[in-house]
């Protein structure tokens, strides 16, 4: 009697066991892991501080994109890999000591670190990916296949890596984003491999309840470090008066803002629809492995953001201030049209109508101060927030209406 593929999965030494309760729930052995990419949002916001240029915008970018790519084949690979069975904590733990590598090689990335990232990155991708294929095999052959062909794809990226860190930096920031060019088309060409041919979004069959949360706990770690940001550079200023303490206000009031537009509308409505969809691999593709690219991104800058308007409020708002304050949140709210798109099949009008406004802020830079022009970006994340909210108490209200 040939047992099925769910009774094969219950009874493998290395994989979840499908149709369970268990199928979706988050280890404590992932949320461990998370705990490195704590500090490596922190290295990546104060790098990008300390080194606010043109530039350095496109040097934070690029490794925050390889930071992003790390963390998202991690939760794609747990979601069918089982954390709490020995081997794959074992590889979580392994994974957790090179990403603590990898993050305290960040600041050096594009000077005397550049050696330590490109290996550590590499190994961590090579590694993971090729461990994956190789304990599918027997319980899911046709994955394993899928795994085998991004083994190969982050191979080929590793070579440009690894000869990035022996060039200068103008030929080393070339010769890396050729790599994640190389990584970031790969899943839209179905990791198409000599020999094996390719993959389809049918093949990737997640869930949507460990795919969702484990993307909301990442954005639960970059708001966190928005706060962190808040209290030490507020914690390091010699004078705490009243006027500090309405920026502090305003800077929480900002983050939390952030954290009702990202979870209050989305984040429960693509779980839902990962669950139910024909293609669930095509759905988590687009609004979990890509769309957060930038709402990522956007509460990284807004946390940079947060440090100038705090530590320098008066005075002269220079460009690297105004398009820190503007740009996070352009940036977030762009991410989030973009997933929300993904989910509801149309952009939310409140956050097309929030990115105008903070454009049209930049007419005012001239005629303000820092702290007035962080105190008008928070209003308009607030507004986006409050039009969405009753936008979307009516249209429930006419759906029950009509019922």
């Known amino acids: 009697m040939t047992a099925t593929n769910d009774e094969r999965f219950a009874h493998s030494a290395f ?26 949002i922190i290295q990546l916001s104060h790098s990008l501080a300390g080194h606010y240029s043109a530039l350095g915008l496109v040097e934070a970018a690029m490794l925050t994109l390889a930071v992003w790519w790390v963390w998202i084949y991690t939760t794609w690979a747990t979601n069918w890999l089982d954390p709490d069975k020995a081997p794959v904590r074992i590889l979580l733990f392994v994974l957790m000591f090179l990403g603590l590598m990898l993050s305290v090689a960040i600041p050096v990335a594009f000077s005397t670190g550049g050696l330590l990232f490109a290996l550590t990155y590499v190994a961590m991708q090579v590694g993971r990916s090729a461990f994956t294929a190789y304990v599918m095999r027997r319980d899911w052959p046709e994955n394993s296949r899928n795994f085998i062909r991004i083994t190969a794809w982050s191979a080929f990226a590793a070579v440009f890596w690894i000869a990035g860190a022996f060039v200068e930096e103008e030929a080393r920031l070339a010769l890396w984003l050729l790599a994640l060019v190389i990584e970031y088309s790969a899943p839209a060409l179905g990791f198409v491999t000599p020999g094996i041919g390719r993959s389809s979004v049918s093949d990737w069959q997640v869930s949507g309840e460990h795919i969702s949360e484990r993307c909301a706990l990442f954005v639960i770690i970059c708001l966190g470090e928005t706060i962190l940001v808040t209290g030490r550079t507020v914690a390091g200023m010699e004078l705490l008066d009243g006027f500090t303490i309405i920026l502090l206000a305003t800077a929480f009031f900002s983050t939390a803002t952030m954290w009702w537009i990202y979870f209050r509308f989305g984040h429960g409505e693509a779980a839902h629809l990962i669950e139910h969809s024909a293609t669930p691999g095509r759905v988590a593709r687009l609004a979990f492995t890509y769309a957060h690219i930038p709402i990522v991104g ?14 320098h409020p008066h005075g002269h708002v220079d460009f690297k201030t105004a398009s820190a304050i503007l740009g996070g949140p352009i940036v977030f709210l762009s991410g989030n049209t973009w997933f929300k798109r993904a989910v509801r099949g149309r952009a939310p009008l409140s956050h097309l109508a929030g990115i105008g406004a903070l454009l049209l802020l930049a007419a005012a830079v001239p005629f303000v101060e820092p702290y007035q022009l962080f105190m008008a970006a928070s209003a308009v994340l607030f507004g986006v927030a409050l039009w969405e909210f009753q936008s979307l108490k009516s249209t429930r209200a006419d759906a029950v209406a009509k019922v």
């Open 15 to 40: 994989l979840r066991a499908r149709g369970t309760a268990q199928e979706g729930k988050v280890g404590f052995a992932e949320l461990f892991f998370d705990l490195v990419f704590v500090l490596t």
């Open 298 to 311: 956007g509460i990284i800058l807004s946390a940079v953001a947060e440090e100038f308007a705090l530590a």
